[in-house]
């Protein structure tokens, strides 16, 4: 068990070690390539706001006894992930 502990904190310090962050705020990965290293920038990934209709089930009364069911829409407001890569 400590094996396997040990090996996993010596992969995420390795790991964590090859990222750095630039001063407008992006992440960047040192990957090596052959000799020489080069700079990666990770993609952003954020939300924005979308609005799509939904199905509304309710009851209507039709006499006084019976509820008669209806089926309608209405707008709702949802978040849709959206993600971005800068071109090199």
Known sequence: MRTRTT????????????????????IVVTKPTGIETTKDTLPRIGTKTDTINTP??????????VNKPVVGTKKTVVKVPIITKKKP
């Open 56 to 65: 509304v089930i309710g009851t209507k009364p039709e006499t006084l006894i």
């Open 7 to 26: 090996l996993f904190a010596a992969a995420a310090v390795l790991a964590l070690g090859a990222c750095s962050k630039t001063p407008e705020g992006n």
